[in-house]
């Protein structure tokens, strides 16, 4: 059943299209998490944070949700019942209104990783992150820098290949969050202006990571 894929603290995307089917790199998008569950299509999230400040969404507005489970990421169109505010934490309530369903991306598949990343950010100094995950179309890192969503950034990239690939790449920033815990951003950007090679080379670096993952699990390597 869902409900028993889905579990509270699961993190989750809100968009108000669907950003993984467009090509637009300006779709807005904001992070949040499972806090409760009602039931199979009703639940409660944390409410969205933009830069830092809330966002506002919309009662009974429909928006697309992502949800980050431990089996894959979902996809579903909720509603917004009701915002509310309890013990300091703003909430939201909403009801799921297209069935969730597991999204299979193999050309994007994200391949979770620890790498280091320099950007540059306005044409100013570089800065350091370490890479969480990447795929053909982003990454996600994090970095003590602070980014805003909607800032455009370039990014110098090694991926340990046969011959390591230093690939310069261009990127829009589509969520920023502060993790206070960790003292650090944690980023998500999405790929523009890529050429074909370089998205060839992340996919390819991709597979060869999964091959030699799988074969690590089985004793061979």
């Known amino acids: 059943m869902l409900i028993q894929t889905i579990q509270l603290g699961d993190k989750v995307e809100i968009a108000e299209q669907d950003y ?8 807005n998008i904001w992070g949040s998490s499972i806090q409760e569950i009602i039931d199979n299509v009703t639940w409660i999230i944390s409410a969205p944070l ?23 990421l979902y996809q579903g ?19 799921l209104i297209i069935p969730m369903k597991k999204i299979q991306r193999r050309q994007y598949y994200r391949l979770e990783c620890l790498q280091n990343i320099k950007f540059l950010v306005d044409e100013k100094q570089w800065c350091e992150g370490v890479v969480l995950d990447i795929s053909g179309g982003g990454l996600r890192f994090t970095s003590k ?6 800032d455009t950034i370039t990014c110098l990239l090694e991926l340990p ?38 998205r060839e080379t992340i996919i390819q670096y991709i597979f060869h990571e999964q091959r030699k993952r799988r074969q690590k699990e089985k004793g061979l390597i």
């Not at 820098?145 to 909607?150: A, D, P, Q, S, V």
């Open 20 to 27: 993984i089917k467009s090509d637009k790199a300006d779709v």
């Open 50 to 72: 933009d830069n830092g400040s809330i966002v506002p969404l919309e009662e009974q507005r429909s928006y697309i949700i992502y949800v980050y489970t431990n089996k894959g």
């Open 77 to 95: 169109k909720i509603r917004v019942n009701e915002r509310y505010k309890e013990d300091r934490l703003h909430l939201i309530k909403v009801s």
């Open 145 to 150: 820098e602070k980014l805003k969503k909607g």
């Open 161 to 198: 290949l046969k011959e390591d690939a230093m690939l310069k790449l261009n990127g829009k920033v589509l969520l920023s969050e502060y993790n206070i815990d960790e003292n650090h951003y944690e980023i998500r950007i999405k790929f523009f202006k890529i050429s074909n090679y370089d």
